[in-house]
């Protein structure tokens, strides 16, 4: 077996954030999380993942805090997995990489999911990146600056 390079001491923010999240089948189970999915079966049955990898990126998850094990809602003896604040805190992500997908992954008029607000049913704006003083900021204006120890 090949031992997987861990990025969990880099300096840089992006490598431990995909240290966490480990592979695609472990973001395709948070969103899964995100759309109701609790227990192993329904993450089984909606992702069509082999048993033993579900139950090694399901450890891997509540070892990364992104989601937590706790005893089934309607008293039965199963465990649920819950997205934890930090696993919570993924949403931003996965919606961009939904939004991302619909622009370049998909010809016009080709079935596909959509994310839509509960509210109004409208679907969700496109992601946008902005400056502290609410510009909207694009790659080529960002710098990556180091911070110091202590900082």
């Known amino acids: 077996m090949v031992k997987r390079t861990r990025f969990d001491a880099e300096p840089c923010p992006v490598a431990r954030s995909v240290d966490a999240i480990g592979d695609w089948w472990s973001l395709l189970i948070v969103r899964d999380a995100f759309d109701g999915s609790r227990r192993f079966g329904d993450f089984q049955r909606g992702l069509g993942i082999a048993r033993n990898i579900l139950t090694a990126r399901l450890r891997g998850l509540v070892d990364a805090g992104i989601l937590d094990r706790q005893p089934a809602a309607d008293g039965s003896p199963y465990q649920e997995y819950v997205l934890t604040p930090r696993g919570r805190d993924l ?50 204006e960002t710098e990556v600056r180091k911070v110091p120890e202590g900082e």
């Open 91 to 140: 949403f931003p992500v996965v919606v961009a990489l939904r939004q991302w997908g619909e622009r370049h992954f998909f010809a016009p008029g080709e079935p596909r999911s959509e994310l839509l607000d509960r509210r109004d049913g409208k679907p969700l704006a496109p992601l946008e990146i902005r400056a502290a003083d609410g510009r909207r900021v694009e790659a080529p």
